[in-house]
């Protein structure tokens, strides 16, 4: 059950918000003051934080500089306040996102399922970068085939079709030359128009997509006259 954080001084408003969240599935806390906002937040541990700019002791802007000091948890800044500036104000604080009073309860449950998501996913692929760096067992590359695309030093990177299915056919032969004909044959049923320079561009492509200096290549070599290889460990 993911938790949430209501720091709101208009107990009719944060009562409304935590029954719905509660109905929602959520496990709730509510604060009315930016100090005591400020403790549950460390004390709670909460997914995620709703937080009313206008409170009674702290400017709210001021509580969500404090709460990204030591936490990356994602707030969600509510607030009567529709101005650019303010939106941007609050991005700037550390906020992550900002929903003008009044709003619909079915959006703020939207933007708050979206938001816990977005963190956990993020903090889950910094938790398996960092497992697979303490293992020793980090490669620069790797498929995603469920995704259909790149993992590159810890990274996901988004690929063509086309792109994919060359880079999965390089990588499982690493070190072997392909001629410009063998990849045009591998994408021919996904490319229909697909040519030498076609594949040319695809390799260019993927390069930027890969290497540290597109410009120099140490991963996708060329092979003068004749093609591509792929090295799975790039020369020092």
Request: charged share 30%.
């Amino acid at each position: 059950m993911y938790k949430v954080l209501v720091i709101e001084d208009d107990v009719m408003m944060s009562n409304m918000l935590s029954m719905y969240l509660f109905e929602e599935g959520y496990r709730v806390e509510q604060a009315e003051r930016g100090e005591d906002g400020l403790q549950k937040a460390a004390d709670f541990a909460p997914d995620l934080i709703l937080l009313d700019l206008m409170l009674p002791d702290l400017d709210g802007m001021e509580v969500c500089k404090q709460i990204r000091e030591s936490s990356n948890v994602p707030i969600m800044i509510l607030s009567m306040k529709s101005e650019v500036s303010e939106r941007v104000q609050a991005l700037k604080a550390g906020a992550d996102d900002y929903l003008c009073k009044p709003f619909s309860m079915h959006e703020l449950t939207a933007r708050v399922e979206a938001l816990i998501r977005r963190s956990h996913t993020v903090q889950a692929e910094m938790n398996e970068k960092k497992e697979a760096s303490d293992t020793g067992q980090s490669e620069l590359i790797q498929l995603d085939a469920d995704r259909r695309l790149l993992i590159v030093r810890g990274q996901r990177v988004e690929t063509t079709f086309s792109e994919y299915e060359l880079m999965k056919l390089l990588m499982a032969h690493p070190g072997k030359v392909f001629s410009r004909e063998e990849l045009i044959n591998a994408i021919r049923g996904f490319d229909s128009f697909v040519t030498d320079r076609a594949i040319d561009v695809h390799i260019v492509n993927l390069r930027k997509k890969i290497e540290l200096n597109p410009k120099e290549p140490r991963l996708i070599k060329t092979v003068w006259g004749f093609g591509y290889k792929y090295v799975a460990e790039p020369a020092m």
